[in-house]
């Protein structure tokens, strides 16, 4: 089901995953009372916290190479934490013609 998403819908999930792991860690942060946090700011920055490191973990593991085991294991945590598994390749962007003058250079 997952593998069959355009491109562009495999690139939102990769956008928007961490954010949602960030907004759940936010929310529990908030109403675990063990925790003793009664402010919202600190709440949303360790949510905002949690995100990065995931983005960032996710990133770092599935940059790992090689054949070994340990690397082809990173490469699979890495893309669960960035993308629930889908093997999105990173975005790259087509470079642009270079563009003509519309008028004629002057002349010397």
Not at 67 to 83: D, P
Not at 89 to 107: D, G, I
């Amino acid at each position: 089901m997952l593998s069959s998403l355009s491109d562009a819908a495999k690139a939102r999930i990769r956008t928007l995953w961490p954010y949602l792991i960030g907004a759940v860690a936010a929310w529990l942060v908030a109403h675990i009372p063990a925790l003793h946090i009664d402010s919202v700011t600190a709440a949303v920055v360790v949510g905002w916290v949690l995100g990065t490191a995931v983005y960032e973990g996710g990133k770092w593991l599935t940059g790992r190479t090689g054949t070994t085991t340990g690397a082809k294991t990173a490469r699979v945590v890495g893309r669960w934490l960035l993308s629930l598994g889908l093997p999105i390749p990173a975005a790259t962007y087509p470079t642009p013609a270079p563009a003509t003058p519309s008028q004629p250079a002057p002349k010397a």
